[in-house]
């Protein structure tokens, strides 16, 4: 009986993934603006 119900531990998985994907795509894209802004001191 769990076609469409979601358990808590599925539900805290897919927290888990989705913290985890947007903390490091907050990083990479800090890490990417942070190289930008050397090179462009570096010109």
């Known amino acids: ?5 979601l358990t808590l531990e599925d539900q805290r ?3 888990l993934l ?3 994907y947007f903390s490091f795509k ?3 894209e800090t890490w990417l603006s ?3 802004l050397k090179g ?3 010109t």
Do not use: H, K, N
């Open 26 to 28: 907050g990083q990479s």
């Open 34 to 36: 942070f190289s930008i």
């Open 18 to 20: 989705l913290t985890a």
């Open 40 to 42: 462009a001191e570096r």
């Open 13 to 15: 998985q897919a927290w």
């Open 1 to 5: 009986m769990r076609d469409t119900i």
